[in-house]
């Protein structure tokens, strides 16, 4: 069956420092990988998704970045983070089946820039 | 641009309780739309998905309806237990990597 790790679980970290997240897939080949951000009382917003090694694409301009250098491995990355890039962060990837793809995602990283 | 409600934004009922909670979507041109359940802290947890073609999909005591036409969906949570309490989430894809739209969630508290 399919898992997807992530990590860590908790991060605080001052502003300016940099930042890498990273998720891998197993159980699986060339899934859709995706990055979220989850914020108190809004929805959840796409921040990059990929869908081969190498590709990435970028929903809003921001201080992040995302790459994939495997197949089943995404990592989201700042040089300098911001106050405003505290938050909740999911990673998540795509099982596409026909014309229609299911979510799943990690457990999450809670962000804290102080 | 796709726009999704839910509503309660809070829900708070005994145990033993069938209850629904609502979705809504203000463009009917979708490819599936997903129900999760959250727990606080922790990632999304895939209930159901529902294709455009479909009207409802059932697990155990949890069934989601579609009705596209009206822009709405709903989950029914049959005998609601204290261990269903969570924030239930609808995302609504509406084709492309890129164009799944995310509900706030309804927070559910299931008491004993």
């Known amino acids: 069956s399919q898992t997807i790790h992530q990590w860590p679980a908790t991060l605080v970290q001052p502003v300016g420092s940099p930042l890498s997240l990273e998720c891998t897939v197993e159980g ?23 869908v081969g090694i190498g590709q990435i694409s970028s929903e809003v301009p921001q201080n992040l970045s995302a790459s994939r250098p495997q197949d089943r491995q995404f990592i989201l990355s700042s040089k300098k983070l911001l ?26 990283t809670q962000l804290s820039v102080l | 641009k796709q726009e999704v409600t839910q509503i309660p934004a809070a829900l708070s009922v005994p145990e033993g309780e069938n209850l629904v909670l609502n979705c809504s979507f203000t463009d009917s041109a979708i490819y599936n739309l997903q129900w999760f359940r959250q ?12 294709q455009s073609s479909q ?25 609601s237990q204290p261990g269903d309490s969570a924030t239930y989430l609808c995302a609504v894809n509406s084709g492309g990597y890129q164009k799944v739209t995310f509900g706030i969630g309804t927070k559910l508290q299931v008491i004993p």
């Open chain 2, 39 to 50: 727990d606080p802290g922790k990632g999304l947890t895939s209930l159901l998905l529902i």
């Open chain 1, 83 to 108: 106050l405003s890039d505290s938050g909740f962060y999911l990673c998540a990837w795509g099982l596409i089946s026909t014309t229609n793809e299911k979510l799943f995602f990690g457990s999450g």
């Open chain 2, 55 to 79: 009207r409802e999909q059932t697990s155990g005591r949890l069934n989601a309806s579609l009705d596209k036409s009206s822009g709405r969906s709903t989950l029914y949570i049959a005998a």
């Open chain 1, 28 to 50: 699986t080949s060339n899934p859709n990988l995706y990055w979220y951000r989850q914020a108190a009382g809004r929805g959840l917003q796409l921040l990059f998704y990929s």
